[in-house]
């Protein structure tokens, strides 16, 4: 099979990101992931989730939202990595790139967001609804996405482990203001992190069925939603 690997530097946003491009032969969509406070392109969790989808066909983006030189200023502020609306606007950004570039351009695009990075996903889908065609939050923070959640018509899934209670209940108020199709899936013995055996296997998989539900190839020059 003919599986397109690459390391990337993408310039976004008036930045440049690194982040990693797996393609498999024949993609059936292409997903974006939006990482969580203080993680990055190798967080093992959101790479064994990318594994799951690219199994089934599905191309994979990580990326890393803040440069070298911002994760060591923010390792002491912690600053940058809960400005939602600056993760959003490159998490934006990126899926513009993901439209355009060579090995995945015409491929729906979905977007994978991790604790704060699942506010910077819907943000992202409120803001390009021509291009963002399904959301799935893992553990997320949805709420922080504030006004944006009103503005989300993408079909959205929210993951939650079932011993995280008050994510639960920040995911469930979320739920009420989303206005497009929404589910809330609850993953029995999981906590925040999804560590405990078979959970993060287990969202894995529903998020692997949710964007193969939803995702669909695209005409080139559709409108990217600006």
């Given at each position: 099979?003919?599986?397109?690997?690459?390391?990337?530097?993408?310039p976004v946003a008036g930045v440049v990101l690194e982040a990693d491009v797996v393609v498999p032969d024949q993609?059936?969509?292409?997903?974006l992931f939006a990482h969580g406070s203080g993680s990055g392109r190798h967080s093992p969790r959101n790479r064994r989730v990318a594994s799951e989808l690219r199994v089934a066909g599905l191309a994979t983006v990580l990326t890393d939202l803040l440069t070298p030189?911002?994760?060591?200023?923010?390792?002491?502020?912690?600053?940058?990595?809960?400005?939602?609306?600056?993760?959003?606007?490159?998490?934006?950004?990126?899926?513009?790139?993901?439209r355009m570039y060579s090995h995945t351009e015409g491929l729906g695009v979905g977007v994978f967001g991790a604790s704060t990075g699942a506010a910077a996903a819907l943000v992202a889908a409120?803001?390009?609804?021509?291009?963002?065609?399904a959301v799935v939050s893992r553990?997320?923070?949805?709420?922080?996405?504030?006004?944006?959640?009103?503005?989300?018509?993408?079909p959205t899934l929210l993951l939650v482990g079932?011993?995280?209670?008050?994510?639960?209940?920040?995911?469930?108020?979320?739920?009420?203001?989303?206005?497009?199709?929404a589910r809330l899936e609850i993953v029995p013995g999981a906590s925040h992190l999804f560590e405990e055996p078979g959970t993060l296997e287990q969202a894995a998989r529903l998020a692997r069925d949710w964007f193969l539900l939803h995702l669909r190839p695209?005409?080139?020059h559709a409108d990217l939603g600006h």
């Open positions: 099979m003919n599986v397109v690997e690459k390391s990337l530097h993408i993609a059936r969509g292409v997903v030189a911002e994760e060591q200023r923010d390792a002491w502020t912690a600053e940058l990595r809960f400005s939602i609306g600056l993760l959003a606007a490159r998490v934006a950004a990126l899926t513009d790139w993901v409120a803001e390009r609804p021509g291009t963002v065609q553990g997320g923070r949805p709420d922080l996405a504030g006004e944006h959640l009103s503005d989300v018509f993408q079932g011993d995280d209670p008050v994510v639960i209940d920040l995911n469930r108020e979320a739920l009420t203001r989303l206005p497009g199709e695209v005409a080139h």
